[in-house]
């Protein structure tokens, strides 16, 4: 099991910038994810990391705009957010899979997850 502590949201303007961290304990070396949901909507997923930090993944929409990556040796992981888009707001779910490697991009895929944070991107 891996316990999982996000930190970082909070309220933007559009073009403006926020990093998301999360801590992870417990069994840490696995891959990492990031997800959203809004009120009334599935939970989506935003981006993705292998434990290597080797193979990375993104939503289509994010691409250019995001970057995961993460520091195994203070086993956290981090959003950096770019020029954020009021579409963008949600509220933003650290999320650790059962392995190392990205076994997917569906909520299913992953078996931890960690309290969330609200991102408010204002127009």
């Known amino acids: 099991q891996v316990q999982l502590v996000e930190s970082g949201g909070g309220l933007v303007q559009a073009g403006g910038s926020l990093r998301l961290s999360c801590a992870a304990s417990g069994r840490t070396e696995v891959a990492m994810g990031w997800f959203r949901q809004v009120p009334g909507k599935e939970r989506q997923f935003v981006a993705a990391i292998s434990w290597s930090g080797l193979k990375i993944y993104y939503v289509e929409s994010v691409k250019g705009r995001f970057t995961i990556s993460r520091d195994n040796a203070k086993n956290t992981v981090y959003l950096q957010m770019n020029s954020l888009k009021p579409e963008d707001t949600a509220v933003y779910y650290c999320?650790?899979?059962?392995?190392?490697?990205?076994?997917?991009?569906?909520?299913?895929?992953?078996?931890?997850w960690g309290q969330g944070t609200q991102v408010t991107v204002s127009s």
């Open positions: 999320a650790a899979s059962r392995g190392p490697t990205v076994a997917g991009t569906l909520w299913a895929d992953f078996g931890s």
